[in-house]
């Protein structure tokens, strides 16, 4: 009985990562703001270190964009541009996620980062070990 099948399409399987990486980044947020002590910080412009200000906010939005523009990317981007720059976008993403995480939070923060980095480090080892032979290029005659 098979459990998993995949049609061996990596451009799909690359995209569905980086939604996957991006809801989760997203719901991280999301249940941030249901820890009081986490919206205390958040309303006062102060989050440990990190005051969050709009240049701040401006450069995580910059940051963000990156797993969101590899969903897109992953499907319509030829093989070579998209099996380097996944492995460049998942690094970045994935390098600082860890620097997050080893600042330290909350449980449910260290549990998503987790899953985050993980992820990140899948779409690293499907984009490595994807041969030009598997890509599946259209044309239009």
């Known amino acids: 009985m098979k459990v998993f099948e995949w049609n061996g399409d990596r451009k799909q399987l690359l995209s569905m ?5 991006t ?3 997203i719901y991280c947020d999301v249940f941030s ?6 919206l205390q910080a958040f ?5 440990g270190e990190m005051q969050i200000t709009e240049e701040f906010l401006l450069s995580f939005a910059f940051i963000m964009q990156i ?4 969903i897109v990317l992953s499907r319509f981007l030829v093989f070579k541009f998209n099996k380097y720059l996944n492995i460049i976008a998942a690094l970045i993403s994935g390098s600082i996620q860890s620097y997050t995480l080893y600042m330290g939070g909350t449980l449910h923060y260290i549990f998503f980062s987790i899953v985050e980095i993980s992820t990140a480090l899948l779409i690293i080892y499907f984009a490595i070990t994807w041969k030009k032979t598997e890509a599946v290029e259209t044309r239009t005659a």
């Open 33 to 38: 703001l249901h820890h009081a002590k986490s």
């Open 23 to 25: 809801v989760n980044y």
């Open 67 to 70: 797993p969101m523009i590899m």
């Open 43 to 47: 309303l006062s412009g102060q989050a």
């Open 17 to 21: 990562l980086w939604i996957f990486l």
